[in-house]
């Protein structure tokens, strides 16, 4: 994959720090959802966080991408992105922040191999940050992108970068 040079990668520490911070948003005081994203971390490896920007630079929005796996080993039933989404809107529904989540899930083909695409958008602190997250699922495993963006040329600049992905066998 082809990072623009200037981008921010965080450190493996920032990656966890940033994870954790994440799940408490989203868990807010839930005790249940907030069990079962702890849970989930055991499984879950973050590969790589960008941001076009270093992080708390003073900018009104900082585009991102976070590339993820997860051990699919006993969801057995999870055989595509479609089926990963599923469990994804479960736990979003459950969260105590407002997201509104497209139904229509589509299939892209990103470096020659397909990937299920799942929109979403959320209104946070005054922004309609929106994600797209594009998952295929490989050897009992999730693999998973997703970018963050306020407009359209963020998008685009987030899409060429996924789109230099290449995969070597």
Request: with cysteine; glycine share 6%; aromatic share 12%.
């Amino acid at each position: 994959m082809k990072l623009p040079e200037g981008w921010s990668i965080l450190s493996k520490e920032a990656m966890k720090e940033s994870a954790d911070r994440g799940a408490d948003l989203i868990s807010g005081d839930n005790e249940e959802l907030k069990s079962v994203l702890n849970a989930s971390k055991v499984k879950t490896a973050y590969l790589l966080n960008a941001f076009k920007y270093e992080v708390g630079k003073s900018v009104d929005y900082n585009p991102g991408f976070i590339v993820v796996s997860e051990n699919l080993k006993f969801f057995t039933g999870i055989k595509t992105g479609a089926d990963y989404y599923y469990h994804v809107k479960k736990l979003l529904e459950k969260s105590k922040l407002n997201f509104d989540v497209e139904e229509n899930i589509t299939t892209v083909n990103i470096g020659g191999e397909s990937f299920d695409k799942m929109c979403l958008s959320i209104n946070h602190l005054n922004l309609n940050v929106k994600q797209e997250y594009y998952t295929t699922i490989k050897e009992g495993f999730a693999l998973g992108f997703i970018i963050s963006f306020v407009n359209n040329s963020q998008r685009d600049e987030l899409l060429e970068i996924i789109n230099s992905l290449e995969f070597k066998s």
